[in-house]
C-alpha cells in the first residue's frame, strides 16, 4: 500500500515537471532575498542547454529575467528595470531576489530547455511584511466613570498582507458590547509600497474597577509560518468619579476647642478628581458660605457651639460636625469698686462660669481687712 503511495505521488512529480501543473510557493520577508528554487534535482537533466526565469504578468504576457548557459557556466540578467541588480542565479538555478517587495508576488516560472524539451517549473512567490509595533495614540488623560470615553487610535503601519487589531485590558480581549465597548477600525493601503495601515479605535464605558487597569492592542499579521502578534506598551488611565460621600471634621490646636481659639473646618469629598469647593453652614444658619474645602474661624466666641454642616455646591450630600467651645470664666463678686469704711471687712467671691462641670478645689473667699486706701483684688483658676 506504502509503496504504491509512493509510486503514485512520484508519477504526479513527474507530471508537474513537465507540464507546469501543481504550485509551489515560496515565502519571503519584505526587505529579505527571496530564494526560488528551479524544482528538485533535475537541473541535472541530460542534454541540459541552459535554464531560464520569467515572470508572468496579469495579462499573461511573460517578462524574462534571467539565464544560465549549462555549458558555459554564465549568467545573463535581462534588462528589467524592476529587477535590476537585485537577481542572483546560482549554479543549481535558484534564482535569489533581494530586498523583496510586495510587488514580487508574481508567478515565477523556470525553465529548462534540452535539445529536445522545456521543463516549466512554476513558483509562487508570496511577501510578508511585518507591521510597526501597534501604539495607541489620541488618548485622553482621564476617563470618566459612566460615560462612553475615547481610550484612543491604535495604529500599526506597513503591514502586508493586511493586519487586524484586538483590545485589551488587563491582558483580556475587549469585544464590542452595545453600550459599553465601541470599537471601530479602519484599513489603508498605500498604493506606492502597497503596504497595509490600520487604524483601531476603542470606546469604553469606565467604572471605579478601572482605576489602575492596563489597557493595550496587538496587532495580528500574517508571516510565513502562519500568524504573529506584536502588542502595544499598556496605557492607564486616572479615573473620575463623583463624589458619593463627604465628611466635615475639625482641625484645631488642642483635641478640646476653648473659647478664642482659631479652628478650620475641613470638608472632603471622596470622588476624583477630590471636590474644591463646598458650602458650609453655621449652627442655625440656612444658607451655606461657599468655600475652598478649609472653612476658617478665628477667635472662636463660646455662642459658637453648634452643628456645623457642609454640602457639594449642589446641596447634595451633607455632612455635619458637633463644634463645642470651652470656656471658664472667673468673676468676683462683688465687682467693680467698692467704697468700704477702713476695718470694715468684705466677703468676695470668685465665681467661675463654665461650659463642663469644672473641678476647681476651692475659689478663694477672702474675708479681708482693709487699711490702705485702694487695694486691687483678682482672683485666678487654681
Ligand atoms: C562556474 O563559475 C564560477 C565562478 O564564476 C566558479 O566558482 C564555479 O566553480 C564554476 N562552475 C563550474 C561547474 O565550472
Ligand atoms: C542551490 O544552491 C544554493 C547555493 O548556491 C544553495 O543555497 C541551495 O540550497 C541550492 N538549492 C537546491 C535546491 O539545491
Ligand atoms: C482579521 O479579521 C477578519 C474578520 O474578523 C478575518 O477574516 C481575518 O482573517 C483577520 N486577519 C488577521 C490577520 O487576523
Ligand atoms: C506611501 O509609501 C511611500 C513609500 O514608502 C511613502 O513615501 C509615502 O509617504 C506613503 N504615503 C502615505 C500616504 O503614507
Ligand atoms: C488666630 O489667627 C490670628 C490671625 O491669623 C492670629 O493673629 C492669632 O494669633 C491666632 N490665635 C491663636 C490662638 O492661635
Ligand atoms: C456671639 O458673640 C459675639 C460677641 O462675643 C457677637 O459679636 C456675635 O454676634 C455673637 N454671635 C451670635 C451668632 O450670636
Ligand atoms: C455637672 O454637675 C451637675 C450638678 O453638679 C450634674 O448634674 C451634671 O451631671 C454634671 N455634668 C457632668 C458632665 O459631669
Redesign the pocket.
Known sequence: MAASALLTVCVLCAATLRTGFGLHTVSAIYGETIDIPCGRGQEKLDGLLFGKWKYEQPDENAVFVATRSAVKNRTSFDDVPEYNGRLDLSENYTLSISNARITDEKRFVCMLITGENVFEVPTLVRVFKPPSKPEIINQPTFMETGKLNIVGDCVSKDSYPDANITWYRNGQVLLPIDGVVSIEWSKERNSTSGLHNIRSSLQYMSTKNDIDARFSCAVTYYMPNGMALMESDPVIFDIYYPTEKVTIHVQSPKKTIKEGDNITLKCIGNGNPPPQEFLFY???QEEGIRSSSAYLINDI????TGDYKCSLLNKVMIASTMVTVHYLDLSLTPSGDITKQIGDSLSVSCIPSASKNVSVTWMKVSVIPFYGRHKHLLCTQI
Do not use: F, V
Not at 466666641?301 to 459658637?304: I, S
Open positions: 453655621l449652627p442655625g466666641k463660646r455662642n459658637a
